[in-house]
Structure formats: C-alpha cells, structure tokens
C-alpha cells in the first residue's frame, strides 16, 4: 500500500483519460502534475507554490480521503480503535504493542460519533487557516534570519581579522621595542667594555713609566722609592678592579606566561549561540517561576554548614559552587550532585567564569594578608589549578569577566585587570562607608557595568569609563547580596539578603520590574545568584550568615 501511494496521476492528463505518473504538486490548486502539464500550468500561474517529489509527503490528497485511515506507525494498518488513556488513535498492531496495558480502549466510530457538531470540529478550518499564516509568516521570518545570520558571519569574520591586525600590531610593536632595548642594553655594555680598555692602556703606560722611575731613582733615597711604591700598589688595585669584572653579555628571557596564555585559548572570543524566541519575555516583560527544586550540595568532609557564595555554569553545562564556609570549590555533575571539589586557602568570597570550563575564584583575608585570584578548571572530571594566581594590591571580594576583562571590587572601589594581572585602571570609587562595592555584573555587551551598595540599598549603573549612568534606590532592596544578567535578553536579577526576596530589574538599571521570588518560594538570606541559560533557570545560594547546605532552581517560564 505503500507504494501506491505515492504513484500519483496527473490530474489534467487524467481529465482526459491518460494515466501519467505526476511528478509535481500545487499547493494552490491541490493538483497533480506531470512534467509536461507543470510548464503550461507555470506559464499561467507565476505565483503558485509548486512541490517536487523531494517533497513528496508535503503532497496532500485531491478530493478523496484514501490512506487517511492508514496507520502512520503500521503502513498497511487500517486505524479502527481508540485509546482513551492516552487519546490516542490506533490500529491494532498499536493496541496490541503499545497500548496493551490501557483499560480503556474503544472502538473508533463510538469515540468519533457526533464529531461534525462539535465546536472543536467545527472551528478546524478556521485554525488550520491560522496555523497556516503563522507557518508562512514563521518561514518568511526564518528566511530573513538566515539572510541576517549570514551577514552577521560576515561582520564576525570581519571583526576577527580587524582584532587578528590589532594582536599583529600589538606584537610587531612589541618586537620592535623589545629590539631597541636589547640595541640600548648593548650600546651600553659596549661603552663599559670599551671604557674598560682605554683603563688597562694608560694602567699599562703608567705602571712601565713607575717601573722606569723606580729603576732611575737613587737607591739611597727611601722617601722616592716610598712614593713609586704606594703608586704602584693604587695601580695594581685599579688592575685587580678591572680584571675581577665579570664579562659582559646578553641573555633573553621571554615571557612564558604570554605564549602559555596565548596556547590555552580554542578561540580568539567566546562565540555565542544567540536565540530569538517569538514567545520570549523581554528584558522588560515579568517574568514568572514555573518550577522550583533543591539540590543537595554538602560533601562527607565538610566541617560547617555550606555557605553557597558564588554559582556559575561551565561551557559543557556543569553548575559549580563557591562554599566560602568550608573553603572550596565544587562541581556539580547532571544531577546537581558534587561530583569533585578542589579547597581554596583562607577566605573565598567571591566566583565567576571566565574561559569554557575556567572559574576564577576571588580570595580575601586581612589576617593571612591575601588578596588574591585563583584560576580553576575542570578536566577530566576534576577539579584542576590552570593559572597562576594573581596577587593584588586592592582587596578582592567580589569579581566578574566580560570580553577578556576581570572586574574586582575591593569593597569601596572597582579595578579592571586583565587575566594574567596587569591592572588596567580603577573606574570608580566611593568611600563613603563599607561595601559601597560589594558585588558586580557586566551587561551582554560590555557598555554598562552594575555594581551593589550593601547597606545603603542601591544599584549603581556605570558606563565602561567608570561614569555613573542610573542608581535604582528602594527600600524593598535591603541589603542587596547578589546579582546577574540574563544571558539571553540582558535582563537582571537582584536579590536582598534581608527581605528575602529575588527581583527582575530592567537592563538599564532603572527600575524593578517584578518580584519573581519570596520568602514563601524557598528565599532565605540568599548569597549568590546565576542565571543558567542551558536550563532557562536561576540558581541560588542561600542560608546567609547560618549557611544552606542546599541550592534552590528556580524554573523560570
């Protein structure tokens, strides 16, 4: 039955009692055609939408209904029963295979009997006709995507070769001045030796002259020989100067951890898989929870209660967790159950990811004089070292990585370094009382930069210079302890430790646009938050200055 199926007759042909095998279909006049009625049928209608065989099981059926009946997953299978557990239609191999444990199975003209009056029956075409304008209007909108895809390549391809010229500039000047100075260091080098053999000349010339006066000199008189002898003994001490001198030459050391950090990278940026929804919320619609869940996040040989200070997700999906308490660093596997976990000396305050599976984890402690970043990773299923730790001359209590860029608050200011260290300018400070700068964000495209004021209720806006944008002062953030963008529409969500409450804040830092999570939703004294993208939920850290063995998830619809 299968293949009379698809052996189609051209219907012209057929009007006139031929049988041609139709090679083509119209989805406008619901037409059969063979090759040679195609041309004439083309020729009048220009606009039609006309079907090859690749698109045979687009074809639709011409004015009868023969193989609607047909079982899809049995072909052959006539479909007479239905199963009322499921509200599927079946045949009876399907009965018999996957329905075999349903108790309610009914023969299909009693379930079909009075469809014509029903209204879901009755609105069909009306829907079908709907369905239809949003998948044209669906196809003409994925064209346009692949159009704006491809250009969107082209200016990414044109960027990469722009930022290969700037790194290419970057390293010929380099090279050119790293040159100059080993010119410079030889130019001087040569000067010491050349000053070296004009002293050994006249030492020479004059200790023969001392030898010559001493040789001439009446033997008789001491108070002479004396005097040629005390010069002498200053030009043999100048002798013994210049040829206990070291010899001279150059030696070059290069800087490993540049090429190191160079041979670390997959990529010259991060390449982000970007989606458009059609139904997604933008940044400034509310968002709601659809699901919350916990996660158990304690380990053996834990000795306090977890303190979850910092979440972040990896390239391949694992969630990890920064327990200040306990003092480590812990990969979650799929289940969000520790799977490894790597201990941090002294106090972590603060975690973000940096490079695909690299976290970068903030250490502070006045006590033990650290203020430092350790640089973790993952591989094979552990937890590994993979940089040099950075020592700093701030405090470092909160962090954040944006375009190649480290952002680090000390409390009272916020510095940029770059990964390997160098300080590249503080953008911006208020001393006006403690944690002024207690935690920070960057937003999707590097241009503002969101920074939390703890005690006195505010979130700061700043553009890349470190000027200040927007402050969004309500009483409702108390104590504000956490915050992130979201990844897809560059939304934020804040969280206040003290109100127990988690809110939507628009990209511009401006105003709060819901309340998404409560003290009844799971929130209590919430630490840390990150929005995963891979599972379109937000993870918290929770239990404030008591500690939460637990994360929550929240689900987000």
């Known amino acids: 039955m299968a293949t009379k199926k698809m052996d189609f007759i051209c219907c012209k042909c057929q009007d006139q009692d031929k049988k041609t095998l139709a090679e083509h279909f119209c989805e406008n006049c619901t037409d059969y055609l063979c090759e040679k009625c195609v041309e004439l049928h083309n020729g009048y209608f220009t606009k039609h939408v006309v079907l090859g065989r690749r698109d045979l099981r687009c074809w639709t059926p011409r004015g009868h209904k023969e193989g609607v009946d047909e079982c899809e997953k049995h072909p052959g299978e006539v479909i007479k029963l239905h199963c009322d557990d499921h509200g599927n239609i079946c045949c009876q191999i399907c009965v018999s295979v996957h329905h075999r444990s349903c108790k309610n199975v009914s023969h299909l003209p009693d379930v079909a009997r009075g469809i014509h009056t029903r209204r879901e029956f009755q609105r069909l075409q009306s829907t079908i006709n709907e369905l239809s304008n949003r998948l044209n209007q669906l196809k003409l909108a994925r064209k346009k995507t692949r159009n704006s895809l491809s250009n969107s390549c082209r200016k990414i391809v044109a960027e990469i070769k722009d930022l290969r010229k700037t790194i290419s500039e970057a390293l010929d000047k380099l090279e050119q001045e790293t040159i100059t100075e080993i010119e ?140 200040s308490q306990n003092c480590k660093v812990k990969l979650l596997n799929g289940n969000h159950e520790v799977e490894d976990q790597y201990e941090i000396p002294s106090l972590p305050f603060d975690m973000c990811h940096t490079l695909e599976n690299e976290v970068a984890v903030a250490v502070d402690s006045d006590e033990d004089k650290r203020h430092e970043i350790h640089f973790i990773g993952e591989k094979g299923g552990k937890l590994v070292k993979t940089r040099t730790t950075l020592t700093l001359n701030n405090n470092c209590v909160s962090l954040c990585y944006s375009q190649g860029q480290l952002y680090v608050g000390s409390g009272t200011a916020l510095y940029v370094y770059t990964l390997d260290g160098k300080l590249l300018q503080k953008i911006y400070e208020d001393c006006s009382s403690h944690d002024t700068v207690s935690k920070c964000a960057v937003s999707l495209d590097g241009a503002r930069i969101y920074i939390l004021d703890f005690y006195k209720y505010k979130l700061v806006t700043l553009d890349k210079d470190g000027n200040v944008l927007s402050v969004l002062e309500e009483s409702d953030l108390e104590c504000p302890s956490a915050l992130c963008v979201n990844d897809r529409n560059g939304c934020l969500y804040l969280c206040s430790r003290f109100a127990d409450k988690v809110f939507q804040v628009d990209r511009e830092g401006r105003k709060i646009v819901a309340t998404i999570a409560r003290k009844a939703d799971g929130i209590a004294g919430p630490m840390a938050v990150y929005y995963s993208k891979n599972l379109a939920s937000l993870f918290l850290g929770l239990g404030g200055l008591y500690g939460n063995n637990n994360i929550l998830a929240l689900k987000l619809a």
């Open 184 to 323: 410079a260091v030889k130019i001087r080098m040569d000067k010491s030796i050349q000053d070296d053999i004009d002293h050994c000349v006249v030492l020479h010339a004059e200790m023969k002259l001392l030898l010559n006066d001493i040789e001439s000199e009446d033997s008789q008189n001491e108070a002479l020989s004396y005097i040629s002898f005390k010069k002498c003994q200053d030009k043999i001490a100048l002798m013994n100067n210049i040829t206990n001198k070291p010899a001279l030459d150059i030696a070059f050391k290069p800087y490993t951890n540049l090429l190191e950090s160079i041979k670390s990278l997959r990529f010259l940026g991060e390449i982000q898989e970007t989606c458009h929804n059609n139904t997604a919320s933008g940044p400034d619609e509310a968002i709601k929870v659809s699901k919350r869940k916990t996660y158990y996040v304690g380990a053996e040989d834990d000795k306090e209660t977890c303190r979850i200070s910092g979440i972040c997700e990896l390239n391949d999906g694992r969630v990890v967790t920064l327990d």
